[in-house]
């Protein structure tokens, strides 16, 4: 076979901020056009729709987000065990831990979509979803139900590219199919005038789309240890391993989603449909930073655990947090005080560029404090402790997130901002959790060491 084009970055030697800063930009890139997905959709059928399609792209989107974090945190096991697999120096044990991964997430996805094709009704029924806009968005949550086996491979690719260190073959990838994804938006909606329908057939062309890339980019360059399609089928101990590590944070993210949903239901409810959709998608992208480098700081700490370098996987939650600070900052300054600005992207309605500024402005306060809060979530999950990052999250979803947005929506007069500063305060809770465990797990590491030391 050719040498390999497809690379193994080795993260426990050198310095660590400037490969984490190469390796986290194009997972934030990634990040940003998976996002643009949604907001493009938004636009498209804002520009050339009607107000119920705006409303069946925006709760069914939601809806798909929840679903899709499910699959997208029980990848986190391959993540996680890959990374920690290479960095022992055992490449040759990484094959079956894709193979088992591959199996498992298919068989999954088909059962995903057994479930939310045929009940994409009661599934809109679930999210308050307008009566005007009932149908559209039960029809949105069926199509994009439908393509949720390429979801699961596209994220399936995506966590062996990351648990590899590669995080430039996902971002040509997933650039390629937001391509797809606008041309398919501006044919099927604008020009064919198919609306909520035609934006979630243009989002699942472009998902099947990124994962034929990624089929061929593995194809032609190969992997950089032995694979082939005899590895793909079910095996206990691998599957058991990346179930093991990934079924909290699949849990922990398919829960804390569904907190969101409520929130949204709660919004929903209060007839702030409209400003709720604008608001969200904005909410999507001002996340986005501390989202790739909780991911970032997941594989290295991965891998360097996996090597026996506690130390250095410390060093590598310290300069992710500092990093994803300074992003923060900026990033939360602007929504705060101009929040305007980022709103009127997506709507002109005054009325819904006011409530939605007003939201931004609790969730400017939020991108702080997950400066914080991703990167102690990626450092723990890269060390396996995958139970306590479900154990906070739930904590912080449904003991705070939920119950002070109850409490919000009452508060009168009602607005988004109090609304939406349940999230912070969830977040604040989730960081003090965070900071306690950090100071157990490093006492109970000197203790081992020093046990080590004496044997």
Sequence with gaps: MARSQIVSNNFTQGGILKPLLRFSLPILLALILQTAYGAVDLWMVSTYATAADVSAVSTGAQLMMSITSIITGLTMGTTVLMGQTLGQGHPEEVSPVIGGSIALFSLLSLLLTALVVPGAGVLAQVTHAPQAAFQQTATYIRVCGGGLLFIAAYNVFGSIFRGMGDSRTPLMTVAIAAVANMAGDYILVALLGLGALGAALATVGAQALSVLISLLVVRRRGLPFPFSAKNIRFRGAPIGRVVRLGAPVALQDGLVSISFLVILSIVNSL?????????????????????????????????????????????????????????????????????????????QDGEIVAASASYLKAYAIDVLLTSFLFPFMGYFNGRGKTGFVMAQGLVGAFAVRIPVSFLMARWEPVTLFHVGLATPCSTLVQILLCGAYFLWLGGRDRSALARSATE
Excluded: H, Y
Aim: glycine letters at 12%.
């Design 271 to 347: 007839g702030l449909i409209a400003s709720a959709g604008v608001a969200e998608k904005l909410c999507g992208f001002i996340m986005l930073v501390p989202s790739a480098f909780s991911q970032s700081v997941t594989t290295f700490v991965a891998q360097n655990v996996g090597a026996g370098k506690l130390d250095r996987a410390r060093r590598v939650l310290w300069e992710g947090v500092l990093v994803s600070l300074a992003f923060g900052v900026v990033i939360g300054g602007f929504s705060f005080f101009r929040g305007d600005l980022l709103s009127r992207l997506f709507s």
